[in-house]
Structure formats: structure tokens, C-alpha cells
């Protein structure tokens, strides 16, 4: 007598020789999703911002105007994204933000805007909270903290170094007031309603008055972080333990509006690979650098991505 096999097995083992049985009635709804690829030949910045975060620094006691070590979190998680995206050539942050430019011809995730804003957004996000408790050892995180994200095109270098001027002329103008603004509420004893009136309509040569004058501070004399905001750059540079060369993402605090600075790093608008770089000597590596080296003492660990090829 021929036994043939029940209904249910027969129709699992056809669906298991069946190439096509990842498929459904249901995976039409893909035809709703849309590529938006970004112009090709063009700079790619993608510029993340706190939200909220006069809010966030006064719920976690940041200090005023400046603290170094929430900056020094910013440029850590940075440093991060600028390591996992080797395509990112610079990246320009000062207060909550940092701009991350991408070079002209890159072709990561075929240039696919949501893919990249995404990655890179969360990324930063994700290793701000990581490296939280390196920056913050006294303070725990209260609430995650949120950024956004947007993605610019610049066609041109011209376009492109305007906009890094830019950023880093904001940072000057808001570190200068904000300078003065705290000067007059911790130390000259105003309310912040009266330091925002009397500096109402100042120039920046008022607040600089204010500031010498009435506090004895000379604001040319203030951390170059502070009023330059900080460049991450990708550098060559020896180990000081046995010597051999390593690429590494540097900061710098400096002007990049002048023609020097893009003279200096020539690689970034000629899209060439990183150049070497002498530290200068009796200047200790920034911790950033140390840890990329294996010679920070806290020795702590890199974010480690799967690499997605999609």
C-alpha cells in the first residue's frame, strides 16, 4: 500500500525548495520607500545639535560659561564617528554641536541622505551616553540626552569653508557673550534678566570692556577651545613609546577662517590621504590622542560597529 504524506508536510517541504518563499502578498508596501541620494561631486556635511540642552547642562551642573569636560565628551564621541566613517575628512564642534564633512567624492551608502544623517547621528548619540561616565564621574546621566541631524550640500570649497567660517564665528560671538553674561551673574551679582539688559545692544568691544574692567579678565586670554571651538583632523603621528606612525584623529583649537589654516592641511580640499604631523615638543598628547594610541591609562574601548554594506 502507497502512503502518501500529509497535506501540511507536503506543502513545508515544497516551501523549503521554493527560492522565492522570503517573499509575500505584504512586501509590495517597499515600493513606498524612496531613495534620496544626494548630488554627487558636492560636500556632504552633516551637522548634529543638542536639543534642549540649556535644559540638560543646568539639570546636570554644568559649569558656566564653559565646561571642559562636556566638551570634552562632545570631541570624545566625535572622535568616534570621524574613527568608524573614514570618509569624514573634518569635524568642526563648539558648545552642543558638531559639523561632519564628508569628502566630495565619497560614495558611503551610495550617498543615500537618510542612511548617512542616520548612522553618523546615531553614532554620536550612542557614544555620548557610553562615554558619559569617563567625563562625569560624580554625575550620573538623569535623562538620555537628544540631537538632531541635517544634511547640507556645498558645491564648491569656497561654499564649504564659508560655512566651517561660519560656525566657528558663532562660536566666538555666543563664547564672548556668554563670557560676559555669567561674569555679571556670578561675580558682579546681577540677575539673569539684568545681564541679559545690560548687554542689550553691546558690541563686542563693550563686552570686552566689561569684561577688563569690571572683572580684571582679559578675554584674549581664554582657552582657544573655548573661543575657537574645536577641528578634528586625521594626522599621522609617532608613537612616543616605540615610534612607529599611526593615523589618528587630532584636535586642534584654531582659526580655520584664514587661508593658513587650509594651506597647513592641504589634504582636506585636495582629498588626499592624512599627512604627518609633529606634535610640538614639551606639549603633552590630549588625552583623545592617548587613548587612540593605547596609552591612556584608563586604556577604554572603542564602540565597535558591524560594518553595514547595504
Not at 544623517?117 to 554620536?124: A, D, E, K, Q, V
Amino acid at each position: 500500500m502507497r502512503i502518501v504524506p500529509c497535506t501540511l508536510f507536503a506543502h513545508l517541504k515544497k516551501l523549503i525548495h521554493t527560492p522565492t518563499m522570503a517573499k509575500s502578498k505584504f512586501e509590495y508596501v517597499r515600493t513606498f520607500e524612496t531613495e534620496e541620494k544626494l548630488l554627487p561631486n558636492s560636500w556632504i556635511v552633516v551637522r548634529i545639535d543638542g536639543r534642549a540642552f540649556h535644559q540638560f547642562s543646568t539639570k546636570h551642573n554644568f559649569k558656566k560659561p564653559n565646561d571642559s569636560n562636556a566638551l570634552a565628551l562632545m570631541n570624545k564621541a566625535a572622535s568616534v564617528v570621524m574613527n568608524e566613517f573614514k570618509d569624514i575628512s573634518l569635524c568642526y564642534g563648539q558648545s552642543d554641536e558638531y559639523s561632519f564633512v564628508l569628502r566630495k567624492d565619497t560614495t558611503l551608502y551610495n550617498r543615500r541622505a537618510p542612511k548617512i544623517m542616520t548612522y553618523i547621528n546615531s553614532l554620536f548619540s550612542a557614544s555620548y551616553v557610553f562615554y558619559w561616565s569617563h567625563f562625569f564621574k560624580e554625575t550620573k546621566l538623569k535623562y538620555p540626552p537628544v540631537f538632531d541631524a541635517r544634511v547640507i550640500l556645498y558645491p564648491s570649497d569656497e561654499n564649504l569653508r564659508d560655512y566651517l567660517s561660519w560656525r566657528q564665528a558663532d562660536c566666538h560671538i555666543n563664547n564672548l557673550y556668554n563670557t560676559t553674561f555669567w561674569a555679571l551673574v556670578l561675580k558682579g551679582g546681577l540677575t539673569n534678566a539684568e545681564a541679559e539688559k545690560r548687554l542689550s545692544g553691546t558690541l563686542s568691544s563693550d563686552k570686552n570692556e566689561i569684561l577688563f574692567s569690571e572683572f580684571g579678565t582679559n578675554y584674549n586670554n581664554e582657552p582657544e577651545m573655548f573661543k575657537k571651538g574645536t577641528i578634528l583632523l586625521r594626522k599621522r603621528v609617532k608613537n612616543p613609546k616605540h615610534g612607529k606612525t599611526r593615523v589618528v584623529v587630532l584636535p586642534f583649537h584654531e582659526d580655520l577662517i584664514q587661508d593658513s589654516f587650509w594651506e597647513r592641511n592641504s589634504e582636506i580640499l585636495g582629498i588626499k590621504t592624512a599627512q604627518h604631523y609633529e606634535w610640538p615638543e614639551n606639549t603633552p598628547l590630549p588625552l583623545l590622542v592617548l587613548s587612540q594610541l593605547h596609552l591612556d591609562p584608563d586604556r577604554d574601548e572603542e564602540l565597535t560597529l558591524i560594518e553595514d554594506t547595504t
